[in-house]
């Protein structure tokens, strides 16, 4: 079976421009989560979906939004892209109790 | 707001030794613990998850262990290999998110 997946890899971006990222969770789990990375820190929670409803959110500006589609897949958006944007952002499904995450996207922002 | 220590930042060890990193949290109101292995700029490996009930978990050379009412978990790794160099991240579950500390980065020096 098939991890979480990421995409893309890799991205860079300018200042005040707007970004997606994407996630697939593994097949069945139906709770997606997103965490923000800064290098040399732990992730930080920014949102959670459950069966396509936003059941978490974490301390991050109105810029950060998410959703979740009907295939359980999900889609986190950062508008107006600051220097303190760039990091890991890491996708995480989960089913009970334990999370797996993906491989992460890696956002610089220039 | 959970607060999550894990000493020491970095530990280097010759090959063969054991390792011992430690977890600490602020909030003993936790569902699970997971500890997690992360390699340079990629995504996180769940290694072991242990539930608020029990008292540890084992796999293979790894073991766990979690003391609730203190606020403690220790993650132990018998025999090291260079193969284990990696960052150890710890993370508490409250509810919806996950809430990791910076981790322990460990180097296994043949």
């Known amino acids: 079976d098939a991890g979480v997946t990421q995409s893309p890899t890799h991205l860079i971006k300018t200042r005040g421009q707007q970004v997606t990222l994407r996630c697939s969770p593994i097949?069945?789990?139906?709770?997606v989560s997103w965490y923000q990375q800064v290098l040399g820190q732990g992730p930080q929670f920014i949102f959670q979906y459950y069966e396509k409803e936003e059941r978490g959110r974490g301390n991050f500006p109105d810029r950060f939004s998410a959703r979740q589609f009907p295939n359980y897949s999900s889609e986190l958006n950062v508008n107006a892209l600051l220097l303190g944007d760039s990091a890991l952002y890491l996708c995480a499904s989960t089913q009970g109790s334990e999370a797996f995450f993906g491989q992460g996207t890696r956002l610089t922002v220039v | 707001k959970q607060e999550v220590t894990q000493i020491p930042a970095a530990l280097s060890v010759p090959e063969g030794e054991n390792l011992v990193l430690n977890c600490s949290f602020t909030d003993s109101a936790i569902y699970n613990l997971q500890w997690f292995r992360q390699d340079p700029g990629k995504g996180l490996t769940s290694l072991l998850l242990i539930q608020s009930s029990q008292r540890e978990q084992t796999s293979g050379r790894l073991n766990a262990s979690l003391d609730k009412s203190s606020g403690r978990s220790t993650l132990y790794i018998a025999a090291s290999q260079p193969g284990d160099s990696a960052t150890y991240l710890c993370?508490?579950?409250?509810?919806?998110?996950?809430?990791f500390g910076a981790g322990t980065t460990v180097t296994v020096r043949a």
């Open positions: 097949s069945g789990h139906k709770s």
């Open positions: 993370a508490v579950r409250r509810d919806y998110k996950l809430s």
